[in-house]
């Protein structure tokens, strides 16, 4: 089983930025893909970011060039860097991490962005 726990969410003016991070512990080693998803009030879960083990990274097209994901291998810790955010990036974001078929999650992390 991997544990995940996220910190770093908050309330942030349109255009400010804020980074979280995700602190990975139990089975990392079997970890293939980790990274960030959100939910929005009234909206399906989507993926923001992840790395995955075969050296791909991936970011959705609404956060492309705003948002970095990188890592600190030898933390366990997987960071989004999030910069210029707007309104519609407010959500509650969730790490996630994939070992074989299992999908593990974060107890997800708010981020409110004021227009």
């Known amino acids: 089983q991997v544990q995940l726990v996220e910190s770093g969410g908050g309330l942030v003016q349109a255009g400010g930025s804020l980074r979280l991070s995700c602190a990975a512990s139990?089975?990392?080693?079997?970890?293939?893909?980790m990274g960030w998803y959100r939910q929005a009030p009234g909206k399906e879960r989507e993926l923001v970011a992840q790395?995955?083990?075969?050296?791909?990274?991936n970011y959705a097209d609404s956060v492309r060039g705003r948002f970095t994901i990188s890592r600190d291998i030898a933390k366990n810790t997987v960071y989004l860097q999030m910069n210029s955010l707007k309104a519609e990036d407010t959500a509650v974001y969730f790490c996630?991490?994939?070992?074989?078929?299992?999908?593990?999650w974060g107890q997800g992390t708010q981020v409110t962005v004021s227009s």
């Open positions: 790395f995955t083990i075969s050296g791909t990274t």
């Open positions: 139990g089975g990392i080693f079997s970890i293939s893909a």
């Open positions: 996630h991490a994939v070992t074989g078929p299992y999908l593990y």
